[in-house]
């Protein structure tokens, strides 16, 4: 803790179903707008829950960002994401996109995912069952190998820094933010692009259709589906997409002039290791707990000082037992508890990508002064109502500068990531 | 097809890949995929298929190994082609 390097926010960049550049997010944020859509292609293939959160951008933006080469049979939808975000997130910070042949030492890539180019991979076993092996080409492995997306960016900036791929669930982006601060806390990198991505589509969502852990009942109603915390929550939206966030060293920051949109004062990440009612697909109560207090404490703050909270808040059964965690893990409820959103309520859960969406949504808050409302959840679920006095979880957007966030992620395998954010004067 | 003929479609094969345009103006017949043109390695294979697709015809590995210049590359297709 002692000569702890303070690390900063210098640059944001999203793909995410309701905005796929920061500005229209930002305002699509702010305004309540969904980004969940009926997908004809899930009906054709008869899903339970054929809607789903999706990014829609011309194909054209593409050339903006890859080369000719690069695009030749790119078929994998996260590399587009991934690639948008993190590219614009770097643009954001105007840090120098590097065309001399010596790479930024100092500079990394930490962009997580939890499966890629999974329609690329798709399209490799129909070719390999047809003993047309050879004819794959060169792109299969470097779209199809999870860490192709830090391959990706690493090589585009230039980066000679760590390059990495983490991969934990639901937790990834939110995770991938803690790595990257670790390093640059640690001395070990001044810059880093950090964040997550992940694929859509059939093959992507199918597995959750099947645990039947998604509504089925909103087909005709898309926007209506996603409920955090409320009564009527049904089941998760799936969702996709990328958020990608610069996170830099004050010092670094500060000397280059930069835009600073947050700092970073601290986090963790834990798991619950499928102990005490935690499994592979739920959590472990006392490690959530434990994680948001240590995360409270390594950042240095009193639980009290916690202005509001961005939840992990999946539209499920679990959204009460995380709100519980949550007060008990900072000693505050009713009219004490913190602001709480989700926002989920209008993308959906992107998967490995929501912990880096929703952080970039939570850092514009900071930055622009404002708490997002929830839509879905005029009918708070009676258990929270217990917890938290209603007015805590806005259903509508607030004009209220909020100073210290902490954003939470949890995901299969019982792990947890807490990150505590505040913003910079 | 004629040499020309042949010459014009495997430049338009392989324009996608080079990073070194230069070299596309100089193109001859020995020019190197690699050296001159900064092809990379790893998208040879994929100057192959194309090349595969183009002419209806299938390259065996060690013809393939042989297409590292535009010379290499036209004789192994006038040889695919010839025994089509």
Redesign the interface.
């Known amino acids: 803790m002692i000569n702890k390097r303070r690390v900063v926010i210098t640059g944001l960049g999203v793909v995410a179903p309701n905005g796929t550049n920061v500005s229209i997010f930002k305002k699509h944020v702010y305004d309540g707008v969904s980004g969940i859509q009926h997908i004809k292609k899930l009906e054709d293939l008869n899903f339970s829950c054929q809607i789903a959160g999706l990014p829609i951008y011309k194909h054209d933006n593409l050339n903006n960002y890859f080369n000719?080469?690069q695009l030749?049979?790119l078929n994998a939808s996260g590399m587009e994401y991934g690639v948008i975000a993190g590219m614009d997130a770097w643009k954001d910070s105007k840090l120098p996109i590097n065309d001399s042949e010596t790479p930024l030492w100092d500079a990394g890539v930490i962009f997580g995912t939890g499966i890629l180019g999974v329609d690329k991979f798709r399209e490799a076993i129909y070719k390999v069952d047809e003993g047309k092996v050879?004819?794959l080409?060169?792109?299969t492995v470097t779209q199809t190998m999870a860490s192709g997306i830090s391959a990706f960016l690493g090589g585009m900036l230039g980066c000679g820094n760590v390059v990495t791929t983490n991969s934990s669930a639901c937790s990834t982006g939110t995770e991938a933010i803690l790595m990257a601060y670790d390093r640059i806390s640690d001395g070990k990198a001044e810059v880093i692009l950090a964040g997550s991505t992940n694929d859509s589509g059939p093959y992507v969502w199918g597995g959750f259709d099947a645990m039947r852990i998604l509504p089925y009942k909103y087909n005709n109603n898309p926007t209506g589906a996603s409920r955090p915390m409320s009564a009527t929550a049904s089941g998760f939206v799936p969702g996709s997409g990328a958020g990608a966030l610069v996170i830099e060293s004050l010092d670094n920051a500060q000397k280059r002039g930069a835009t600073i949109y947050a700092e970073i004062l601290g986090g963790h990440v834990n798991s619950g290791g499928q102990r005490k009612g935690g499994s592979m697909t739920a959590p472990n109560s006392d490690a959530v707990q434990y994680c948001i207090r240590k995360a409270v404490a390594h950042a240095g703050i009193d639980p009290g000082e916690i202005d509001a909270i961005n939840g992990h808040l999946t539209a499920t059964t679990m959204d009460s037992v995380e709100i519980q965690n949550w007060c008990i893990a900072l000693g505050r409820k009713g009219q004490d508890f913190p602001y709480i959103n989700s926002l989920k309520s209008l993308v959906g859960h992107c998967l490995a990508a929501s912990g880096s969406i929703e952080s970039v949504a939570t850092v514009l808050q900071l930055k622009e002064n404002f708490i997002f409302g929830n839509i879905n959840c005029e009918d708070l679920h009676p258990e929270i109502e217990n917890w938290v006095s209603r007015d805590r979880i806005p259903t509508k957007t607030l004009d209220y500068a909020p100073n210290i966030i902490a954003k939470a992620s949890f995901g299969f395998g019982d792990v947890n990531a807490c990150v505590i954010f505040k913003k910079y004067i | 097809m004629t040499k020309e003929e042949l010459l014009s479609k495997l430049k338009t094969i392989i324009t996608p890949y080079v990073q070194n345009e230069e070299g596309l103006t100089t193109l001859t017949e020995n020019t190197d995929f690699i050296k001159d043109l900064e092809i990379n390695s790893a998208n040879l294979v994929d100057v192959v298929l194309d090349v595969e697709d183009e002419f209806d015809i299938e390259i065996d590995n060690e013809s393939m190994e042989k297409m590292l210049t535009v010379k290499a590359s036209i004789a192994v297709i006038e040889d695919k082609l010839a025994s089509k």
């Open positions: 000719s080469i030749r049979g050879r004819r080409g060169s792109t």
